[in-house]
């Protein structure tokens, strides 16, 4: 437990912190899995897969993710994207 103020302080703005990170992570998490479901499925996944590139940017931005964390995710992202095109073409 946090005794000098400036712990109780630090320990409020982390847990603020805390909830806004894992927002930003569940809303990547999420967007990322339904882009991958629509290219398995075949359909028309442009803009699923364009959602999913700009949540990972907004999120590397704000600091919740690494930007090579970011990149590394839409570039597997894109390899699977581009594989499902080059079948389907």
Do not use: C, W
Request: charged residues 30%; hydrophobic residues 35%.
């Amino acid at each position: 437990m946090a005794n000098t103020p400036s712990a109780r302080k630090r320990s409020r703005t982390n847990e603020r912190k805390r909830l806004r990170n894992q927002m930003y992570n569940s809303r990547v998490k999420t967007l990322i899995r339904k882009a991958e479901q629509a290219i398995q499925s075949g359909e028309s996944s442009q803009e699923a897969v364009q959602e999913a590139m700009r949540v990972l940017d907004k999120a590397a931005v704000k600091g919740v993710i690494h930007k090579n964390n970011a990149a590394r995710r839409k570039s597997r992202l894109m390899k699977k994207f581009n594989a499902a095109s080059a079948a389907s073409a």
